[in-house]
């Protein structure tokens, strides 16, 4: 039996968990989610569980909720119903800093790098979390600082060479060709030791030699780190060949769940893409 915190039911999903992830707590279980904007509803009873190393899809057309819906797991939107449970804890209310130190990362649809730092000064900005240092001794140079920052600089350098970027690290990141800064934003992801992370459309932008390497890193990250991830995207040749369970929204609603293949068949799915067959 999974051992669940006092304040944490278990409820039935439509998600299929990996072998290595039964009986354990979920990193993301989000319930009956919703959002309304004046007297619209952009997201509503949005329900998806993810297990621990669990790579997971959401896609749906243009303008279906699903930035917003990744804005509300982060705690960049507060719900106006429902719940996203972190490890067991609900982030209801909790700023978006605090959300990313129970487990949850991002990176963007569009990229959000410190252009003028180095690509290692922007990867030692996710380390906030991690490094032990106080006020005082960095103010006064003690020793500690030096020693923090001596292993923020090797640990930022091993996130950079497990995603082949170690030779770009003194350059600035508003220099690196655009696929480089997608790359270099999940190491910046990472750095922040999550237990998901959550990517916003991490092949735009690429190209096919870019996109496949990609998919490579997404299940390296996973097989390294042993995280979950879950990744909004619209290359269906990315999302099919790298997700275990995808997630299909359309009008800020959940369409269809299940595994590619699944998808792949569904009516409503098909559906929402390519419109209905007139038949008058």
Sequence with gaps: MADYPKNVIQVPTYNLFREQDAGKLPVLDVRNLGIDFGGLTAVDSFNITIGPTEIAGLIGPNGAGKTTIFNLLTGVYQPTRGSVLVNGIDIKGMPVHKVNKLGIARTFQNIRLF????????????????IKCSFIASLLRLPSYYRAEAAANMKAMELLDFMGLGDVADKKAGSLPYGVQRRLEIVR???????II???????????SETAELMHQIRRIRDTFHIAIFLIEHDMNLVMNVCETIAVVNYGKIICKGTPEQVRQNPAVIEAYLGKEDND
């Design 198 to 208: 959550l990517l916003d459309e991490p092949a735009a932008g690429m190209n096919p």
């Design 115 to 130: 252009s003028e730092m180095t690509a290692l000064d922007n990867v030692k900005v996710g380390m906030h979390n991690e």
């Design 189 to 195: 992801a990472l750095a922040t030791n999550p237990s």
